[in-house]
Structures are given as structure tokens and as C-alpha cells.
């Protein structure tokens, strides 16, 4: 089993910038990829990035070029902790954040997943 915690969300004024962290415990296997999902209220959970060991990156054409997902280490001992530098916000990206993380290199992970980071954005 693998805990994420998140960290990070705010309120933030639209055109502003945030930085949220996500944070994985150790496990008896190594995570092969993360990323970050969202969901507004009434609407259905959205990835908005993944990035694996690979070095592979995904982002929605909503997100694409504001938000930046970091690399992730191909050291074990390093590789738990995954930013997510989100600028140019906009009152649509509000939303709770939740970091995901797999055990296989996919760039939709969802083997385990945080409690989720609130996000508002004013306008």
C-alpha cells in the first residue's frame, strides 16, 4: 500500500500561480508513474498531468503550457515526491487536486491515490 499526501492548494487570484506537492510513502515496490486529477464540483474527476520514470509527460489540451509536472527520479529514495507548477490560473481551474500514483509506467496512474488539495482561483 502506498500513502500520497498533497499539499500546496490555496486560494489564488486568476492570472496568479500555485505549486502543489505530493508526497508518497515508501513501498515494497517502486512507482513507475504519478500524476495529478482534478475535480470541480458536480463535474467528473480530470487528469491534468502524469509523467512517469520514463520521462514521459501527459497534459490536456485544457492545461497544456500553464501547468509543468516534475520529473520523477529514478532513484528509488527520491523519486516519492512529485510537483505540480500550475500559472496563469484561471476561476475554472478551481477544483480539489488529487495526486495518483502506479506501479506500472502509465500515463493514467490510479493504483493509489491522495485525499485530495483544495484550489480556488478568484477572479
Known amino acids: 500500500q502506498v500513502q500520497l499526501v498533497e499539499s500546496g492548494g490555496g486560494l489564488v487570484q486568476a492570472g496568479g500561480s500555485l505549486r502543489l506537492t505530493c508526497t508518497a510513502s515508501r513501498s515494497r515496490f517502486p512507482i513507475s508513474s504519478m500524476g495529478w486529477s482534478r475535480q470541480a464540483s458536480g463535474e467528473a474527476r480530470e487528469l491534468v498531468a502524469a509523467v512517469n520514470v520514463r520521462g514521459e509527460t501527459y497534459y490536456p489540451d485544457s492545461v497544456k503550457g500553464r501547468f509543468t509536472i516534475s520529473r520523477m527520479s529514478t532513484e528509488e529514495e527520491t523519486n516519492r515526491t512529485v510537483y505540480l507548477e500550475m500559472s496563469s490560473l484561471k476561476p475554472e481551474d478551481a477544483a480539489v487536486y488529487y495526486c495518483?500514483?502506479?506501479?506500472?509506467?502509465?500515463?493514467?496512474?490510479?493504483?493509489?491515490w491522495g485525499r485530495g488539495t483544495q484550489v480556488t482561483v478568484s477572479s
Open positions: 495518483s500514483a502506479d506501479l506500472e509506467y502509465t500515463l493514467q496512474p490510479s493504483d493509489f
